[in-house]
């Protein structure tokens, strides 16, 4: 039997901030299950200041923010995304819920943008929150606006009556915790 060669995604993460290798990783994973096949796609992880200049450059807006994208014309391309990891840290920290959800939610809407989902409109913003969550497992960020009356669930410890990590987080974290023991 002859093997089938697939072209995998190829996933490019730039850290540009201190003390970013877990994000680096967190991104690295979503960024391949998400990403077609023979797609390639860039993340950068910048600091509040460099997205400031980044949003201030291209969209002309003289405040920073979370997440910029910037789909690609080319084949194979996919886009880049940037992300500000002190907006996901602050971000985590007051939706409650551990900042590799928050960074998985940041990119899943950067990549959407990149495949030219939009929220301009209520039906492009609900096209989008249904990708999001479909790549997801839950709610995203448009998800979220268009539902304020129903937050997004909190994340604790397991053992405290409340809800755990999703599968898929609580695996990721189980691994990072081996590597780092490893190191």
């Not at 959407?112 to 039906?123: N, P, Q, W």
């Amino acid at each position: 039997m002859k093997a089938v060669r697939t072209r995998s995604a190829r996933v490019h993460v730039a850290v540009k901030v201190r003390d970013g290798a877990h994000a680096a990783a967190v991104l690295r994973a979503a960024g391949r299950s998400w990403v077609s096949g023979g797609e390639e796609l860039s993340i950068a992880l910048v600091t509040d200041r460099e997205m400031r200049r980044l949003n201030l450059r291209w969209r002309r807006q003289d405040r920073p923010t979370d997440v910029l994208s910037f789909p690609l014309d080319e084949s194979g391309a996919l886009g880049d995304v940037i992300i500000s990891i002190e907006a996901a840290r602050r971000q985590a920290k007051q939706g409650g819920w551990p900042l590799a959800a928050e960074l998985r939610r940041l990119l899943a809407h950067g990549i959407l943008h990149c495949r030219g989902y939009d929220h301009e409109s209520a039906a492009d913003a609900r096209r989008m929150a249904a990708a999001e969550r479909k790549l997801l497992g839950r709610t995203g960020m448009v998800g979220a606006s268009l539902s304020w009356a129903f937050p997004p669930p909190r994340f604790h410890a397991k053992g405290k009556g409340m809800a755990t990590l999703p599968p898929e987080l609580d695996e990721l974290s189980r691994r990072f915790d081996a590597l780092r023991g490893a190191l």
